[in-house]
């Protein structure tokens, strides 16, 4: 079964290799091969301000099960990716984080690899103790790990966590 997947990345650094990622179904016979369904969100709401772009990734989230975290060059620094993981964990959405800094721009350049973003977020594990969300999540690397021909299971494996 595929899932609805929400992505989550830093729109004007990464857009392009974003949708490489979420885009990979379309050389796939159909979603259910890809593993996935993508829901997510374009900032075209940037200019009305900070409770509509909350309430566009509320609605965004709204029926995903799980949230995959493109990492890029920048991406741990955006304030809207922080809040799209706080609001995933609070629906309890699996989370994955899959860092995108090999794929090239729409120039051909490729990126330095930035930090991740569940390195500096916390959460309490089962035995209450505080715990890095990456201490909890599986992260991947695109190019690496051949995220072509493994994204779903990623994104079935987080589902299931």
Same mark, same amino acid.
């Given at each position: 079964?595929?899932?609805?997947?929400?992505?989550?990345?830093?729109?004007?650094?990464?857009?392009?290799?974003?949708?490489?990622?979420?885009?990979?179904?379309?050389?796939?016979?159909?979603?259910?091969?890809?593993?996935?369904?993508?829901?997510?969100?374009?900032?075209?709401?940037?200019?009305?301000?900070?409770?509509?772009?909350?309430?566009?990734?509320?609605?965004?989230?709204?029926?995903?099960?799980?949230?995959?975290?493109?990492?890029?060059?920048? #991406?741990?620094?955006?304030?809207?990716?922080?809040?799209?993981?706080?609001?995933? &964990?609070?629906? *309890?959405? +699996?989370? =994955? $984080?899959?860092?995108?800094?090999?794929?090239?721009?729409?120039?051909?350049?490729?990126?330095?690899?930035?930090?991740?973003?569940?390195?500096?977020?916390?959460?309490?594990?089962?035995?209450?103790? #505080?715990?890095?969300?990456?201490?909890?999540?599986?992260?991947?690397?695109?190019? &690496?790990?051949? *995220?072509? +021909?493994? =994204? $779903?299971?990623?994104?079935?494996?987080?589902?299931?966590?």
């Amino acid at each position: 079964m595929a899932r609805r997947a929400f992505f989550s990345f830093h729109y004007e650094r990464d857009i392009w290799r974003a949708c490489q990622v979420r885009n990979q179904w379309v050389t796939k016979p159909d979603r259910e091969a890809a593993g996935f369904w993508d829901a997510s969100l374009w900032e075209t709401a940037r200019r009305r301000g900070d409770a509509a772009i909350k309430a566009m990734i509320d609605d965004g989230l709204r029926n995903t099960s799980v949230t995959c975290v493109l990492i890029g060059a920048e #991406t741990a620094t955006r304030k809207w990716v922080k809040y799209e993981i706080e609001q995933s &964990l609070e629906r *309890g959405n +699996g989370l =994955l $984080g899959v860092y995108i800094n090999g794929l090239r721009d729409r120039t051909g350049l490729t990126d330095p690899r930035g930090a991740n973003p569940l390195d500096d977020m916390y959460t309490r594990n089962a035995a209450g103790l #505080t715990v890095s969300l990456s201490v909890l999540f599986s992260t991947y690397d695109y190019t &690496l790990n051949d *995220g072509y +021909g493994n =994204l $779903g299971r990623w994104i079935e494996e987080a589902a299931r966590k």
